[in-house]
C-alpha cells in the first residue's frame, strides 16, 4: 500500500474502532436509560391529566420539573442531560461507520442515524439548558417553542409549504415508528440470545404499545403542524402537551389520553430494556 494513502486508511479505522468502542456503547445505554426516565415521567404527568390533574405539563420540561423538586434533583437533570449527549454522540458515530446489524451500514440507515444525531442534541441541549437555570426550558415549553417556530416559519417565503411539508415528515415518522413497533422490528436491534423467554416477553409486553403510543403522538404532532400550514395559524402547532391534551377532546375523551399515557410510561420502561439488550 502507498504510505500516503495507508495514514487516511489507519485513520479512518482507528476512529471506526473509537466510534465502536466501550466507551460509546456506554454512552449510548446511559442515553437509553435518560430517554426512559423522560418517556416515563411524561407518561406519569399524562396520566395524572387524564384523571384530572389540570395543573400538569406533560412534556419534556414538565418532566424535569417533577425532577428538580425531589432531592439532588438538579445532579440527577445534569446526568439526564449528559446521558442523551452520549445517545446523540452514539448516533453521530452510527450516521459516520454504520450501525451494528445487517444493513447497518447502507446509506438509508446513516440517514436516518444522522437525523436521530440531531433529534437528540435538539433535546439534550434543552435539558442541559434546564439544568442550568433557564427557565424557558421547563413546564410548557414544547407548546411555546412550537408556536413561536411555527409562527417564525409562516412568515418566510413558502413558509407555509414548508411547515405543510415538516408536519407531513412528521407524521410520517409517527405511523413508520407505530408500525415498526406493531411489527415488532425492535427484535433485530435486541442481543435476544442473551434473553431469557420472560425477558423476550417482557419486552414485548412494553415494546408495542409503548412504540404505538409514542408513534401516534408524533403523528397526531404533524397533523397539527400540517393545519397550521393550510390556516396559516401558528397556535395550531402543538408541543407534546398540547397534543396529548387534544386527545381528551376526541369521542374517546379521558379514556384514550389515559391509554396513550399509559403507553408513553411503558414506552419509558421499554428504553429500560434497551439500555440493557439493544446491541450497540
Not at 431469557?196 to 403522538?217: C, E, F, K, T, Y
Request: a positive charge; charged letters at 20%.
Amino acid at each position: 500500500m502507498n504510505p500516503l494513502t495507508a495514514i487516511p486508511h489507519r485513520g479512518k479505522r482507528t476512529a471506526r474502532r473509537a466510534a465502536r468502542s466501550p466507551a460509546v456503547r456506554g454512552a449510548a445505554r446511559c442515553g437509553f436509560a435518560a430517554r426512559g426516565v423522560i418517556y416515563l415521567l411524561v407518561g406519569v404527568l399524562a396520566l395524572r391529566i387524564a384523571f384530572g390533574a389540570s395543573g400538569e405539563q406533560a412534556d419534556r420540561g414538565g418532566a424535569l420539573a417533577e425532577i428538580a423538586a425531589q432531592p439532588f434533583g438538579g445532579v440527577l437533570i445534569w446526568a439526564l442531560g449528559l446521558g442523551l449527549a452520549g445517545m446523540a454522540l452514539w448516533r453521530l458515530s452510527e450516521a459516520a461507520f454504520g450501525s451494528a446489524g445487517p444493513g447497518g451500514e447502507g446509506a438509508g440507515q446513516r440517514l436516518l442515524a444522522f437525523g436521530r444525531f440531531v433529534f437528540y442534541c435538539v433535546v439534550c441541549l434543552s435539558v442541559l439548558a434546564f439544568a442550568a437555570g433557564e427557565k424557558g426550558s421547563g413546564s410548557g415549553a414544547s407548546d411555546r417553542q412550537s408556536d413561536d417556530v411555527t409562527a417564525e416559519v409562516l412568515g418566510m417565503p413558502a413558509g407555509p409549504w414548508l411547515v405543510g411539508c415538516v408536519g407531513l415528515g412528521v407524521a410520517v415518522a409517527g405511523v413508520w415508528i407505530a408500525v415498526r413497533a406493531g411489527r415488532r422490528t425492535f427484535h433485530k436491534e435486541l442481543k435476544r440470545g442473551e434473553m431469557s423467554r420472560r425477558a423476550r416477553r417482557g419486552v414485548d409486553v412494553l415494546g408495542v404499545p409503548g412504540g404505538i403510543a409514542r408513534g401516534g403522538v408524533f403523528a397526531l404532532a404533524g397533523v397539527f403542524l400540517v393545519k397550521a400550514a393550510v390556516t396559516y395559524d401558528p397556535k395550531s402547532a402543538t408541543g407534546m402537551d398540547d397534543t396529548l391534551r387534544a386527545l381528551a377532546g376526541t369521542p374517546a375523551g379521558v379514556w384514550l389520553l389515559g391509554a396513550v399515557a399509559a403507553g408513553l410510561a411503558l414506552f419509558g420502561l421499554f428504553s429500560f430494556t434497551m439500555a440493557r439488550w439493544r446491541d450497540v
